[in-house]
């Protein structure tokens, strides 16, 4: 089973940058599938981006194409998003998820546990 942790939110102006880290605990991280998902106010919670095991493919919500990359570090059982040209409806509670399956994640299938989750939040 993997643990998540994220963290790296915060306020920022329309058109910054922020890097998101998921810190994930548990010996099969480098097997399983990371996603990155947002819940904002009064919406439901969307499938962000995603990333196979072995980093080779990755997946896109077509609102943050050319502007979020995925990414990860499996020896520092560590993923990341980084987000550029930030608008404000970004602004978002974030969270990551670990899947066996990429396309679990994809299609919002996930029935996992979540984390505490990133507050990102930015400002016109």
């Known amino acids: 089973q993997v643990q998540l942790v994220e963290s790296g939110g915060g306020l920022v102006q329309a058109g910054g940058s922020l890097r998101l880290s998921c810190a994930a605990s548990?010996?099969?991280?480098?097997?399983?599938?990371m996603g990155w998902f947002r819940q904002a106010p009064g919406k439901e919670r969307e499938f962000v981006a995603a990333?196979?095991?072995?980093?080779?493919?990755?997946y896109y919500t077509d609102s943050v194409k050319g502007r979020f990359t995925i990414s990860r570090d499996n020896a520092k059982k560590l993923v990341y998003l980084q987000m550029n040209s930030l608008k404000p409806e970004d602004t978002a509670v974030y969270y990551c998820?670990?899947?066996?399956?990429?396309?679990?994640?994809?299609?919002?299938?996930?029935?996992?546990?979540w984390g505490q989750g990133t507050q990102v939040t930015v400002s016109s």
């Open positions: 998820a670990a899947d066996r399956s990429i396309s679990t994640l994809v299609t919002m299938d996930y029935s996992g546990s």
């Open positions: 990333i196979s095991w072995s980093g080779r493919d990755t």
């Open positions: 548990g010996r099969t991280f480098s097997s399983h599938a």
